[in-house]
């Protein structure tokens, strides 16, 4: 059993501290957190370097060698979707209010990541207690394409196991979904407006290429499904075209978004997409073509249940009052994908609730952080995830 405990008003020191500093995505520009981060662990102990991977975008990894066994991987991102509106307050100052911490980036994720820091402190004073060897690595461009994890993944470090804080209400997700979004040209011919029977217009042909997407979502796509992250989905979130007021347009594009569940390969999707267009092509003469895709987080991935760190992270948080611990899945992707495809099991866990991700305050009940940022730490699980003296759920603190 650790004997240390948590530094609370250290812990929302870092918390002020990290919302202060903007790392809004885009554009990213993480490498003021990460100085501030690496200053933190170098403190504690650790060997911290910054990995500036493009200018202004960078990551933090921090190494800490307590003798033999596995290598644990802490994992959470700098950067932050942009503040937008209806703040009542600063968003970049931290604000505690009705037992709440107010400010950009609280939920997701620099509270799990000041959490992290408190965890990597603890670790790091009664080394005792635990054998083997912890990484921190902290990414950024996790909000948009996750550069900072493909950066790191692409090393191919040895890691045995991965924790990546995300919200997830405290319990315990094993897997996620993927993302894939190409941007569709749908072709067709210019035309005066006057004399529309003298082109083709592309807008409309796109309209006929929605029903077929629809068709397709529907008797295709979603019945492939997951038992944990449930069905995998297409469909269109944006669509654009037309150059003037008075001619037909000659293109239109749009831009769809492709859920995967784990299980389905990246490569055969886009293979099939093509396909699908193809059908287009014969089956209506809409003539469309893939010309690109668009930046995202990655494929779908998954620890299986019964691995240990799935098993003792899961028992961990019951015992810590999470009614129901899980495991789950994760409806959106997250960076668990790269540390998979490096070789590690790994899990997502994070106080703050999945829904405020996307909303324009990021809400974290204080009772959330007392739960898992502060208390968890003091647990120890034996042997948790094959490292003696690790607590799953320390470790797992977007």
């Not at 493009?54 to 503040?83: I, Q, Y």
């Not at 990021?362 to 995830?385: Q, S």
Request: hydrophobic fraction near 40%; aromatic fraction near 4%; glycine fraction near 12%.
């Amino acid at each position: 059993m650790m004997s240390v405990s948590p530094d609370i008003p250290r812990m929302k020191r870092d918390l002020a501290d990290l919302v202060a500093l903007c790392t809004e995505n885009p554009p990213g520009r993480e490498t003021e957190a990460a100085s501030y981060v690496a200053a933190r662990l170098s403190e504690a102990g650790l060997d911290a370097v910054i990995d500036e991977y493009e200018p202004g975008r960078a990551n933090v990894e921090a190494r800490l060698s307590n003798g033999p066994g596995p290598t644990l991987v802490f994992n959470t991102h700098m950067d932050v979707v942009p503040a937008g509106e209806g703040w009542s307050s600063d968003p970049f100052v931290l604000r505690e209010a009705d037992g709440r911490l107010y400010g950009r980036g609280t939920c997701d994720c620099k509270g799990p990541l000041a959490a992290m820091l408190e965890a990597v402190r603890m670790l790091a004073a009664e080394r005792s207690a635990w054998s083997g060897t912890l990484l921190a690595v902290f990414v950024g461009d996790e909000e948009v394409g996750s550069k900072g994890a493909r950066h790191f993944a692409a090393k191919r470090p040895p890691i045995d196991f991965a924790v990546v804080g995300e919200p997830t209400s405290n319990t315990v997700y094993s897997c996620h979904k993927g993302s894939l979004r190409p941007i569709v040209r749908v072709h067709g011919v210019p035309a005066h407006s006057g004399t529309p029977h003298l082109g083709e217009n592309a807008i409309l042909r796109a309209g006929e290429l929605l029903g077929l997407i629809a068709r397709e979502h529907e008797q295709s796509v979603r019945r492939r499904t997951h038992p944990l992250v449930g069905e995998a989905s297409l469909t269109v979130t944006r669509i654009s075209g037309g150059h003037a007021d008075n001619v037909l347009p000659g293109a239109c594009e749009m831009l769809l978004d492709r859920r995967l569940v784990p299980g389905e390969n990246e490569a055969e999707v886009k293979a099939e997409i093509a396909a699908f267009l193809a059908r287009a092509q014969s089956e209506l003469g809409v003539r469309a073509e893939i010309i690109g895709f668009k930046p995202t987080t990655g494929g779908a991935t998954e620890t299986a249940s019964d691995r240990p760190i799935v098993r003792q992270s899961v028992a961990a948080a019951a015992a810590n009052g999470i009614a129901s611990p899980g495991p789950f899945g994760f409806q959106g992707a997250c960076d668990l994908v790269h540390f998979r495809d490096a070789g590690a099991e790994g899990i997502v866990i994070g106080p703050g609730a999945a829904l405020y991700g996307a909303q324009g305050r990021r809400i974290r009940p204080r009772r959330r952080i007392r739960r898992c940022e502060l208390d968890l730490p003091r647990h120890r699980t034996p042997d948790a995830v094959g490292m003696t003296g690790w607590c799953s759920c320390c470790a797992g603190l977007r």
